[in-house]
């Protein structure tokens, strides 16, 4: 489903957070993407922060989509933005934090039968 949604080609850099019993079936699904593993509460999300904000991603890249509706993520997508980096926010319509919402460049939302896309709110 996000792969026929995003058209996510050969030269984008995905990156997955996920937990340790999620690597197992993470690797095989993604091949080629980069695999950050947390442990805990919220592991695989702040694993993912740490990307955001220890790699210089606003000086490497002018656009990141966020496949996560977690309301962890607004103050890193904020700051994303203050750096004139495009954010797409992808979501479960039912799962997206307002704030999220709000801070992200544009939004793309899934419902059990349809996809939408949203703006800048």
């Known amino acids: 489903m996000l792969d026929a949604t995003l058209s996510i080609g050969e030269r984008e850099q995905v990156i997955v957070g996920v937990d340790k019993a999620g690597a197992i079936n993470t690797g095989p699904v993604w091949s080629s993407a ?7 509460a ?3 999300d ?4 740490d990307v955001l904000s220890d790699e210089n991603i ?3 890249f002018d656009e990141v989509i966020l496949v996560s509706g977690d309301g962890i993520f607004t103050d890193a997508v904020a700051a994303l933005g203050s750096h004139d980096v495009k954010v797409t926010v992808v ?3 039912s799962q997206l934090a307002k704030r999220l919402q ?8 899934f419902t059990p039968h349809r996809i939408h896309t949203e703006g800048a709110a």
Request: glycine share 14%.
């Open 58 to 60: 606003a000086g490497r």
């Open 34 to 40: 980069r695999i950050v593993v947390g442990s805990g």
């Open 42 to 44: 919220d592991g695989a």
């Open 91 to 93: 979501a479960h319509q």
């Open 102 to 109: 709000m801070a992200a460049s544009h939004t793309v939302t």
């Open 46 to 49: 702040h694993a993912l922060l």
